[in-house]
């Protein structure tokens, strides 16, 4: 099934269930009002959710709407905890490159993990707002997992099976912020922005042979002001799957419901694919050329993050962003010059 969270004026939304092809959608209040009210009790509610999907799939469900991305929040507008990992080793190491900076043997035997703002998410289509744009500001394309308990000391296998629904995120870096906070050796925080994250999440059943060895094997695509910059498969190069990111994430620690952990930068080594990132691209040019020529995003600049299935369809909505500077306001639509009815 596909879950979106309904801007309704309140903080953590309202719990819709989407059809398939992400064209309409129901009101799931009747069973739990919000997508964590739904988490928290996952064995009992998921068999209502999944029967309400069922039924709108099959145009049997009563008080139907259009579905309409606008409309979302992040499928969970604010989380108990959001934590992105590093599985994608050559995107580490080409972005350590540009620092000069050596990539330890050890990044090949157990993750990177970083813990994000998880307390304001965004929607899928809200903006991206930066103070200023010389604090180089960058788009990074994702796959996450929501996850039911993980318990402490769980093993791979136990972390699999805990994992409830997928989406897409864009993680924005303000990449000229992170050389000073690294230096102080404690870790990113203003230079981690707020994380936006796909208009609907979905169950791994719904991804088909897609979903295999707790990998998601499809190309995740970024275009950046219209332009398809990248679409590496999110299957290839991913050297620590979902399990594993799990089991290390509850090495010393349980894992509550509503918990999100982020694959990194989906990223292959084959340069054909593209990027998922503008400091990856930078990193190639510095490396091939020794000095970068792509900037960094702008005010006005767009990105689109997606991923089809096989037939071309889109499996968790786009996620649609621009980028803004503080204060800004949006025109006003246009008055109409014929007089109202």
Known sequence: ??????????????????????????????IAPTLQRALDDWAFIAPQLDQLSRQLNDGKARRTFEFEPRRC???LPRAFQWADGSAYVNHVELVRKTRNAELPASFWQEPLMVRGGSDDLLG????????????GIDFEAKVAVVTDDVPMGATPDEAFGQIRLLMLANDVSLRNLVPDELAKGF????????????PVAVTPDELGDAWRDAKLHLPLRSTWNG??????NAGVDMVFNFAQLLAHAARTRRLRAGSIVGSGTVSNQN?????????????????????????FMAYGDTIR??????????????????????GYVPPAPPVSAEKPE
């Open 271 to 295: 340069v054909k694919k593209g990027y998922s990132c503008i400091a990856e691209k930078r990193s190639l040019e510095t490396i091939a050329d020794g000095k970068s020529v792509t900037s």
């Open 124 to 135: 899928p289509l809200d903006d991206i707002v930066v103070a200023d744009e010389a604090w």
């Open 227 to 232: 332009r398809l910059v990248g679409q590496p």
């Open 305 to 326: 993050i997606e991923m089809l299935d096989g037939d071309g369809k889109s499996l968790f909505g786009a996620i649609e962003q621009t980028v803004r500077p503080t």
């Open 73 to 75: 929040m992040a499928p």
């Open 187 to 198: 870790g990113f925080f203003q230079s981690k922005p707020a994380t936006s994250f796909s």
């Open 1 to 30: 099934m596909k879950l979106a969270t309904l801007n309704d004026g309140t903080r953590d939304g309202q719990l819709a269930v989407v059809a398939r092809d992400l064209k309409t959608a129901v009101v799931a209040d009747g």
